[in-house]
């Protein structure tokens, strides 16, 4: 299937008909928030799988937009949540692959532990869905050439871990900066600056390296970003429903695809969900639930009119 879809001009409309969007939602779990904030995990609940994901399915639903869950195998070991992952499938959502334990730093780990973080991954997450798992998000978006060479390997036909973002990756420097000066330190890993000159509409890779485009490697989704403005959860919130609009109208004037992203946490909030008000470092969480919704729903709701939205395992 991967050397039939290889080559075809990706994301374009096939058949003459609209132009294509996607909305990915990373199932991280609340432990790694306290992990990448450098604060003690045991206080962590499975509240991004029980609450944040059935709110995204509910809201997906409204819209009647197919998404992609990129899901943690390790995730499958709390009760309930294999369950939680079949529903998904049932409500005709794809499951995508990131990662057995969702280690920040894969790219710097020894060859065969990162290939058992991707292929046992691949594994676990498709016997559990019962369906096939072909696509991959890396954990921080760092991905390499090695890591590249197993995520094809393991079976996968997609990638969709390039985040061309430069104040994101300012930022992300930035608060590891801080954190090293506090004494504290981050499980992040940074990545290579590459990343910033990789192409913003959909591509093929070179094999030898995943931010240029080639015919060696995966397609390649990268999360949209326009004028410096990436299409994520996070800065939604931090936009507002108008400022929000204002973004998606751009990517959508500017880009062929529109690859945006969530967490399932995005639909959390610290009040709303008696969250641990430790994790009030992640700002975002400070908001609450409904605004939050209204926020997203507007801006789906808003590309779903202009656009269509399909799971990235269906698009040739
Ligand atoms: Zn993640």
């Known amino acids: 299937m991967a050397d039939r ?15 294509t969007a996607s909305v990915g939602v990373d199932v991280d779990s609340l432990r790694h928030y306290y992990r990448i904030h450098g604060l003690d995990e045991g206080s962590a609940t499975n509240a991004a799988w029980a609450v944040g994901v059935p709110r995204f399915v509910e809201l997906f639903g409204e819209l009647g937009i197919p998404a992609t869950f990129y899901c943690i195998a390790e995730d499958l070991d709390v009760p309930g949540n294999g369950a939680r992952l079949r529903s998904l499938v049932v409500a005709g959502h794809e499951i995508g692959n990131h990662t057995w334990h969702h280690r920040y730093d894969l790219t710097r780990l020894d060859p065969d532990t990162r290939w058992a973080e991707i292929a046992e ?3 676990i997450l498709e016997a559990a869905a019962g369906a096939p798992v072909v696509g991959f998000r890396s954990p921080g978006y760092n991905t390499d050439a090695a890591l590249q060479v ?28 801080a954190m090293r000066l506090r004494g504290r330190r981050s499980e992040s890993v940074l990545g290579t600056p590459r990343v910033l000159a990789a192409p913003r509409d959909p591509y ?16 390649q989704y990268p999360v949209s970003v326009v ?8 800065a939604f919130t931090a936009l507002g429903r108008a400022g929000s609009r204002a973004a998606v109208a751009l990517a959508h004037a500017a880009r062929h695809h529109v690859t945006v992203e969530f967490h399932a946490v995005d639909l959390l909030g610290l009040t709303d969900d008696g969250l641990d008000p430790a994790l009030s470092v992640q700002p975002d969480l400070k908001a609450s639930v409904a605004r939050k919704r209204r926020i997203y729903r507007t801006i789906l709701g808003w590309l779903a009119a202009r656009r269509r939205f399909v799971r990235l395992d269906t698009l040739p």
């Open 204 to 219: 093929v890779a070179d094999a030898r390296q995943p931010h240029r485009r080639g015919s060696t490697g995966l397609r």
């Open 121 to 123: 991954g691949r594994s």
């Open 5 to 19: 879809r290889r080559g075809a001009a990706l994301g374009g409309p096939p058949g003459g008909g609209r132009r």
């Open 227 to 234: 004028a410096g403005v990436p299409l994520i959860g996070t």
């Open 150 to 177: 197993d995520v094809a390997a393991s079976g996968h036909e997609y990638d969709t871990s390039v985040f061309p973002c430069v104040p994101y990756y300012l930022a992300k420097a930035g608060v590891m900066g």
